[in-house]
């Protein structure tokens, strides 16, 4: 497959699918290379679909997700002993592994849903933040076992995403609330909790997602209420931030806003650090953010 | 433990003017002990006595340091001839001391002190003959030797007076919260082989090194000690009707214990001790000793490549990434690694600058300093005290680690902690570069349970004017003034952002994960 053919086919799912996430798109892509590589050795076929993943990472889309999907996948499919007698059977291999990860994902946001769920309680009242497919689909799990909540969304600019995350919750039959994000700190004294999903989880055990989590973060800490991070596994990418700073360039900004002068760019993404988090809801189970690079160290080293 | 001997000797006259003190209000207080006919009561300061005490805990507890006072004595005889006579001599001194300070008649004095022992034990006695009989035998066999030996020679008496005194002496600068340390470094006295067992010139070469701080840090004691190791391999042969590693595991260990006598062994030192033991254990035993000779000394090439030199670069490159153009980077201490890694930095041309944190007594900075100005990186010298005005400016801390331990604790350098604490009220990213083969199993959340004493004399030296004399100088004469010179201290996990291991960049709290995933050879 070609570069822009690549490009095309991760940016169709993305524009159609509302419900697939960057990550997910990234690994589907990933999978048609490798099914239709005409490659001949495994090496070949690394560099093959490390290509794929740089023209996915240039395009208009968090990189976050992206980062940590593909590698995880190219980590993933290559975990086995690939010392079969044909490159075709070790393809075949290859490929059987990337289904199995691919259905394991779907079946993540499920789970992670499901875990989550049970801390939403009757009358409680929950501020989240911009729009996350994960939270939203836990927020539907509470609704169909009958609990009644009330949900703040800050509408999150500069995309305004909170908003059709209101819509969303709206047609649950969920009363929520959009409140602007200057707003945080007006709001939190009189939530329960505050749920978040991520765009990606670091080794440290922070997170990086949309501007504003971390402001959102601090002000809970202050106000004592916890944080919880609603995040599939395949989030967690082997990066470690010591502060805003230190996250790299790509992941703040979109691939064409890195060429212009960043002094004057508004970052998209912010880094949460650990300790401001109270737990992660993830598809291996409700985690403390150190055991985030625990899971890491298992699958990497 | 001799160098301490050595300083009491030079301060010997101000000593014996405070042991005079001491022994005429002792002497005061035991008359008018003797005068009432109470039973003793349980007040420490008669402790001194080696028969006086009434309870059996009392008895115990006195019992130990008059043992650990003989082999003291003991030890250092055999092992120099030097601190020997210094030794004997400091004694006469004392004896002539005593005999100076006592008014009255010599005889009087004893008679009266028999009285009282006598009466004494009779007391005691009694107790014990309830509680148990062998105790009892002991205790008595005990005394009845003691007091065999009195009579033989009478200069004895004085001696035995004496050195349970002296121990005392030491004792009263014992800090309370660290007394189990000073036991601790009494204890290793006590094991340490004689000089003329058959312990490798180049590991008593080593070990003066040790004790005398001119190999410092954990990796330079670990690849020295290795170095040494693998001369002690080279030329070890093996004895009749022996197994080589068994002959040698012995010996080894002979000399591992006069090491640590020397010198606490750093955690490295553990670690590379381990390994090589489980080495040890998986040769068979058919090969030769040749062969057993050079798979050894190839396993502790392999160690110090892998394990060290290897993993310093590796870290050295992670670290890299996060150091970026225009930080000032502090740091504190001297740690190899640490310079390694900004000396690096340096040399991909990446624009830094450091500054430098000191702290008393070693000053162990000034040879980072040196070594970084050296190579053209721009550099700041502060001491620990001003830590607080150079912090805001501060973009990264760096620390060096002497172990790491298994909650995620960092024991470095006492004066580390300070620094992390100092950073992380600024919020200033602290990272601590650390290889794996520091890793310890050991739990500890603060520096008392386990450290190491360094010589207390050292804070004595002032560093600014070398002219004048130091007002701590006179120190050990006073009774109620302490120093303490710990050398190590523990940081917490929640201090520190990150740690860089040659693995990759870890929170603190994954480190028992890296524990579990280590194979056993280490």
Redesign the interface.
Known sequence: MEKEEICQYFNGIIKNEKDVSAGMAAIRTLLKVLQYSKSETVQELRYCLQNAIDAMRSTENPVTAIASGSELFLRFITLTALDTPTFAECRGIMLHRGNMFYEKLVAARGKVAKVAAHFIKDGSKILTHSKSRVVLRAMKGAVESNKIFEVYVTCSSPDNSGEEMCQNLRKLGVSCTLILDSAMGYVMEQVDMVMVGAEGVA???GIINKIGTYTLAMCAKEVKKPFYVLTESFKFS?I?P??Q??LPNEFKYTASTLKKDLQKEHPLVDYTP??YISLLFTDLGILT??AV??EL??L?? | MTNKKGNISEKSREEIKAEREAKKAAKAHAKAKAKSTKIPDKDPSNNNKSTSSNSIKNRTSNDTPETVTNKNIESPNKISVITKTSNTCEKDEKIVSEVSSEGKSKAELRAERRAKQEAQRAAKQQILSEKNKNKEDNNNNSNNNNKSATHTITVIDTIKKVSPKKIQKINIHEINLFKHLYHEREQATVNVPFVNSNIHPAIIRLGAQYASKIIVGSNARCVAFLAGVKQLIQDFERPPQADFIRGFEANLQESVAYLHHCRPLAVSMHNALKHLKWQMTQFSSSLSDVDVKNKLSNAIDTYIREQIELADKAISITIQT?I?NGDVILTYGYSSLIHKILLDAHTAAKEFRVIVVDGRPWLEGKEQLRRLAKHGIECSYILINALSYIMPEVS?VFLGAHAILANGSVMSRVGTAQVALMARAFNI?V?VACETHKSCERVQTDSIVYNELGNADELVQDCGNGAQKSLLTNWRTKKLLNLLNIVYDVTPA?LV??VVTE?????C??VP??LR?KPSEI
Do not use: F, M
């Open positions: 080794e440290s055990g082997r470690y010591l502060n700073v230190d650990p300790h953010p150190s690079s625990d160290i298992k990497y080293l | 996060k970026s990264k990213p990272l929640n952002t990150a693995l990759a960049i870890l929170p709290t994954s994960v890296i995933i």
